[in-house]
C-alpha cells in the first residue's frame, strides 16, 4: 500500500473495525463476478475450518465474507468501475498501471 502513493481521493476502510456490510459486498461482488474471487483461501479461519475440504458455493463465500474480515482477499481496490483483488504481482502492476493513467 505505501509504495503506491495514493493520493487523498482515495478512501480506506479498515475492515477490522468496520467489517464489510451487505451493500458493500454486493458492489464488490458486482465488480468482481463472484464471491469466490474476493475470497481468501489463504486465512487462517479457511485452514481451521478445514473449508478446503468442502464443496464451497457462492453462497457459502457470501457468508463466510460477510461473518469475518479475514474471509476477505486484501487488499481491494475499486477504481471507477475496476476492481483489484489481492497482492499479487500481476494485480499490482495492473493498479499501478491503471493509477498512473489517472
Do not use: C, W
Request: hydrophobic residues 35%; proline residues 2%.
Amino acid at each position: 500500500m505505501n509504495s503506491l502513493n495514493l493520493d487523498s481521493s482515495f478512501e480506506q476502510q479498515d475492515i477490522k473495525i468496520e467489517p464489510l456490510n451487505e451493500v458493500q459486498l454486493e458492489e464488490l461482488h458486482q465488480l468482481s463476478g463472484s464471491y469466490e474471487a474476493l475470497f481468501n483461501k489463504r486465512a487462517q479461519l479457511y485452514k481451521e475450518r478445514q473449508l478446503k475440504n468442502r464443496e464451497l458455493h457462492e453462497t457459502d463465500y457470501k457468508v463466510l465474507l460477510l461473518e469475518h474480515y479475514t474471509f476477505l482477499k486484501r487488499p481491494v481496490f475499486v477504481i471507477g468501475e475496476q476492481i483489484f483483488i489481492g497482492n499479487s504481482k500481476a494485480t499490482i502492476e495492473a493498479l499501478e498501471k491503471r493509477l498512473n493513467e489517472q
